[in-house]
């Protein structure tokens, strides 16, 4: 989402629309992208972990190249956006059951720390890619993501096997597999079911009884109201930043690197301080 910021004030202008209208299509983007990765987690232990990605990553690749390619409109807009926050949202699911697949517990922390690099890093240095872009062709943002995501998607078709235990076990069949490996866009079983069962499929049911237990309550509606107050402001940034101060696209996305430096701070003060 991050890469979208600073050209808030230029695709209002394009699409003819306001300040607030271009600002809805983040709002069903984040929206999509909270919802969705229970759609795409409760068949990712079931069909395979790249299965999914070689179904999801294309979407995405594919709602980037129309939002570059079709004139500008709203409402296509709109709905492009809510199609790419689909196809995005599987990676949130699916990145967390492969790490779970391929590590041992006791490492399992530092290995997700590598994978939120990205959500974490994204609204920080997305906006000053974005705003580099947009300073040549808004359509550039979109295009930029779709060639990247078409990349990512050549990366795991050819070099990342599949992962979920219950077709593959503990990997062992792929101990003497290259790097490169077979496309293949469904793993049949190949292990003992009985050694390596299918988890229970995850349900909103499922969901909403873990906020029953009180820490994981909190933790959620503390964790919901940091992000909601920081997108908030990140989405009114830009466009305050263009329209009072006269801040180019490129300089407002620059200005995102302020927010994102209290954020790395935060986690040394968080350890010199006092239990």
Do not use: H
């Given at each position: 989402?991050?890469i979208?910021?600073?050209?808030i004030?230029?695709?209002?202008?394009?699409?003819n629309a306001?300040?607030?209208?271009i600002?809805?299509t983040i709002?069903?983007?984040?929206?999509?992208?909270?919802?969705?990765p229970?759609?795409?987690a409760?068949?990712?232990?079931?069909g395979?972990?790249?299965?999914?990605y070689?179904i999801?990553i294309?979407?995405y690749?594919?709602?980037?190249i129309l939002?570059a390619a079709?004139?500008?409109?709203?409402?296509a807009?709109?709905?492009?956006?809510i199609?790419?926050a689909f196809?995005?949202?599987s990676v949130?699911?699916?990145?967390?059951g492969?790490v779970a697949?391929?590590t041992?517990?006791?490492?399992?922390a530092?290995?997700?720390?590598?994978?939120?690099?990205?959500?974490q890093?994204g609204?920080?240095?997305?906006?000053?890619?974005?705003?580099?872009?947009?300073?040549a062709?808004?359509?550039w943002?979109?295009?930029?993501?779709?060639?990247a995501?078409?990349v990512?998607?050549?990366?795991l078709v050819?070099?990342?096997?599949?992962?979920?235990r219950?077709l593959?076990g503990?990997?062992s069949?792929?101990?003497?597999?290259?790097?490169?490996?077979r496309?293949?866009?469904?793993?049949?079983?190949?292990?003992?079911?009985?050694?390596?069962?299918?988890?229970p499929?995850?349900t909103?049911?499922?969901?909403f009884?873990?906020l029953?237990?009180?820490p994981l309550?909190?933790?959620?509606?503390n964790?919901?109201?940091?992000f909601?107050?920081y997108?908030?402001?990140n989405?009114t940034?830009?466009?305050?930043l263009?329209?009072?101060?006269g801040f180019s696209?490129?300089?407002?996305g620059?200005?995102?690197?302020?927010p994102g430096?209290?954020?790395?701070?935060l986690?040394?003060?968080?350890?010199?301080?006092?239990?």
């Amino acid at each position: 989402m991050g890469i979208y910021l600073p050209a808030i004030p230029i695709l209002a202008r394009v699409f003819n629309a306001s300040i607030t209208e271009i600002n809805a299509t983040i709002s069903v983007f984040m929206v999509v992208l909270a919802v969705a990765p229970l759609f795409w987690a409760s068949y990712a232990d079931y069909g395979g972990r790249k299965t999914l990605y070689m179904i999801s990553i294309p979407i995405y690749t594919i709602s980037n190249i129309l939002m570059a390619a079709l004139p500008a409109n709203i409402a296509a807009l709109f709905i492009l956006r809510i199609v790419q926050a689909f196809g995005a949202a599987s990676v949130i699911s699916l990145a967390a059951g492969t790490v779970a697949d391929i590590t041992e517990p006791k490492r399992r922390a530092s290995a997700m720390s590598i994978v939120l690099l990205g959500p974490q890093g994204g609204p920080v240095l997305g906006p000053i890619l974005g705003g580099a872009l947009v300073s040549a062709n808004w359509r550039w943002i979109f295009g930029f993501l779709a060639i990247a995501s078409f990349v990512i998607f050549l990366l795991l078709v050819f070099c990342l096997p599949e992962t979920l235990r219950s077709l593959v076990g503990n990997g062992s069949v792929y101990a003497e597999s290259s790097w490169v490996t077979r496309p293949q866009f469904r793993q049949p079983c190949v292990v003992d079911s009985s050694k390596f069962p299918k988890p229970p499929r995850p349900t909103l049911i499922g969901l909403f009884k873990l906020l029953r237990e009180p820490p994981l309550l909190f933790l959620s509606l503390n964790s919901a109201l940091l992000f909601a107050a920081y997108y908030a402001m990140n989405v009114t940034l830009s466009p305050f930043l263009q329209t009072e101060y006269g801040f180019s696209a490129a300089e407002a996305g620059v200005a995102y690197l302020a927010p994102g430096e209290s954020f790395r701070m935060l986690p040394s003060l968080e350890d010199q301080a006092p239990d």
